[in-house]
Nanobody
Framework: HVQFLESGGGLVQSGGSLRLSCLAS????????IGWFRQAPGKEREGISC???????NYADSVTGRFTISRDNVKKTVDLQMISLKPDDTAMYYC??????????????????WGLGTQVTVSS
């Protein structure tokens, strides 16, 4: 039984920062890669960052240099620190896992378990 609870979203001005957190209720959390995705209104859901079980991370080009993913295996959380936010970052943000140790790329079909999301709105 796998569940995620995302938090930390909100309304922020362009150039501001937010820190999202994904709390997982899953056994052997430290064995699994966790990804962050987002879906803007009228657009497809896209992958933006992933961290594998060894804490190696990768990022989509659109967020590289601005977003940082990290994990805490004791707390069973994966955080996404976001800086220099832009209006284009406005979206619902989700975390997900494929219950594998390595990241599965950005294909949504590879991720089986999803949270309900947290809304991020960046005003211009």
């Amino acid at each position: 039984h796998v569940q995620f609870l995302e938090s930390g979203g909100g309304l922020v001005q362009s150039g501001g920062s937010l820190r999202l957190s994904c709390l997982a209720s899953v056994d052997t959390f430290d064995n699994h890669a966790i990804g962050w995705f987002r879906q803007a209104p009228g657009k497809e859901r896209e992958g933006i960052s992933c961290i594998n079980r060894w804490s190696k991370s990768n990022y989509a080009d659109s967020v590289t240099g601005r977003f940082t993913i990290s994990r805490d295996n004791v707390k069973k959380t994966v955080d996404l620190q976001m800086i220099s936010l832009k209006p284009d970052d406005t979206a619902m943000y989700y975390c997900a896992t494929n219950l594998q140790p390595t990241c599965a790329g950005w294909s949504l079909a590879h991720y089986d378990y999803w949270g309900l999301g947290t809304q991020v709105t960046v005003s211009s």
